[in-house]
């Protein structure tokens, strides 16, 4: 049973084009985050969302609108599509936020490429 | 603001070496430490945490690192490489709302 699944696992699509990458997590943990990995594997965070509120909006364009309808679900929903945006988009969770030492458990991601 | 570096971004050893794969630390607090490895076309999985008291710490797959406030190092260490040991390396500090990972290392071992 996994704790933290994402779906699709892989995505192709054209430029433009509006899709959205689901996330679910079966831990209890209030804390939901996305990270994007580069082609370089740099890993940077995205947004934190805590009990369905959003915590962390990092610089990030406005075409990526991250969506908690409830606590085990964050899903992050990509407009007009750009090459740029291709990578592999990780979903996270944990538990406490505020508590520093908080350990952060992964999904197994989600590849886009945008042709 | 806290933040990490790590020194390579690809390391090799043969299978049976030393591994040591490097991460320095910023923090104008005391920090919470942590290394996630990934394999290939899978997340990150927890290797190993520092939080506070034993300074060297345990981790998973025979890995183990040591906190070196003087030294702001928080460095990875095996003492002999497996084959399955091939996998991308991130050190990372955690703050009050979110984690901030370095740029990762590579490990290859040589047959």
């Known amino acids: 049973d996994t704790a933290v699944s994402q779906t699709p696992k892989y995505l192709v699509t054209q430029m433009g084009n509006d899709k959205s990458i689901k996330c679910e997590q079966n831990?209890?943990?209030?804390?939901m985050y996305w990270y994007k990995q580069d082609s370089k594997k740099f890993l940077k965070i995205m947004f934190s969302?805590?009990?369905?509120?959003?915590?962390i909006n990092e610089t990030v364009p406005n075409r990526f609108s991250p969506k908690s309808p409830d606590k085990a679900h964050l899903n992050l929903h990509i407009n007009s599509l750009e090459l740029g945006d291709s990578a592999v988009y990780f979903c996270?969770?944990?538990?406490?936020?505020?508590?520093?030492?908080?350990?952060?458990?992964f999904g197994e991601g989600s590849w886009l490429t945008v042709v | 603001a806290q933040s990490v570096t790590q020194l390579g971004s690809h390391v090799s050893v043969s299978e049976g070496a030393l591994v040591l794969l490097r991460c320095n630390y910023s923090?104008?607090?005391?920090?919470?430490l942590f290394w996630y490895v990934q394999y290939p076309n899978q997340g990150l999985q927890l290797l190993l945490k520092?939080?506070?008291?034993?300074?060297l710490v345990k981790g998973i797959n025979g890995f183990e690192a040591e906190f070196k406030k003087s030294e702001t190092s928080f460095h990875l260490t095996k003492p002999s490489a497996h084959m399955s040991d091939a996998a991308e390396y991130f050190c990372?500090?955690?703050?009050?709302?979110?984690?901030?990972f370095g740029a990762g290392t590579r490990l290859t071992v040589k047959p």
């Open positions: 923090s104008s607090v005391p920090p919470y």
């Open positions: 831990l209890g943990h209030d804390t």
């Open positions: 996270a969770t944990g538990d406490s936020l505020g508590v520093s030492g908080n350990t952060i458990y």
């Open positions: 990372a500090v955690s703050g009050n709302n979110d984690m901030r």
């Open positions: 520092y939080t506070t008291g034993a300074t």
């Open positions: 969302y805590n009990n369905k509120e959003l915590i």
